[in-house]
């Protein structure tokens, strides 16, 4: 069972940052797409004001088909804590301190994460990596998409060094209509071999004035793998630091 994955949180942008020393003049289209995505999201100000996110609702491995309820709670600058669970039991749980990333399926003991998949957790648990994003980043505008009677404007993320988002190769499809982030594409490394994934986001709705996504569905190598819906979500929860540790033995 591979329920560790069952979440890549989406970021959604912070603000658009001039290009690095040596970097080739950002492209005029992408910038005034970002521009437009930007305002779309509620602007630079009211992303930065949010340190703390607590996001309830159900989620289902498709190669699976049971509904499971989730939680995840993320606080800024590094902190996440993801809990899954049916009715009874504990079917996984995951922490990152910002050092540290652990996990614990049912019936067995915390597991510390290590090497690239400790690599991969730290960045994925990172609150503000949309922002990081666009600070290091340039961005490219590849053309429009139509993908499942959704237009977008294709946008790929290049980076002088390591992209601050989970995986590599970042392509981004901004919403024609609305200018938010429709879905997100990458690559990572399992096993030995590069595999696509991908993240499409739906059904935003505004919290606190900012919309953000509440149904997400994660597809590898062009098959769904699991579908995460959302129907609370609370922003300035009171969350002590202890639920990101590492429990012990």
Known sequence: MR?????AL???FGFFGGPSAGAAEPD???RTIIAKHLEAIGGVEAQKKLTTRKSEGTAMLNQVGTLWKITVIQKAPDK???LVMDDTQLIVEKGTDGQEAWQRFAGNQVQSIEGDNLNYELKDARFHSGLEMI????????GDEEIDGWKYHVLKATFEDESPLPG????LYIDRD????GRMRYERELGGATVPHTIALSGYEEVDGIPVPTSMTI????TPFATVTFDRITHDVDVDDDLFRKPLP
């Open 10 to 12: 989406a970021t959604t």
């Open 168 to 171: 590599k190769n970042h392509t």
């Open 135 to 142: 600070e290091k980043g340039e961005f490219t505008h590849e």
């Open 3 to 7: 329920t560790a994955r069952l979440i």
């Open 28 to 30: 005029p289209t992408a």
């Open 178 to 181: 609305t200018y938010l982030l």
């Open 219 to 222: 597809s590898v190598n062009g």
């Open 80 to 82: 996440k804590h993801l």
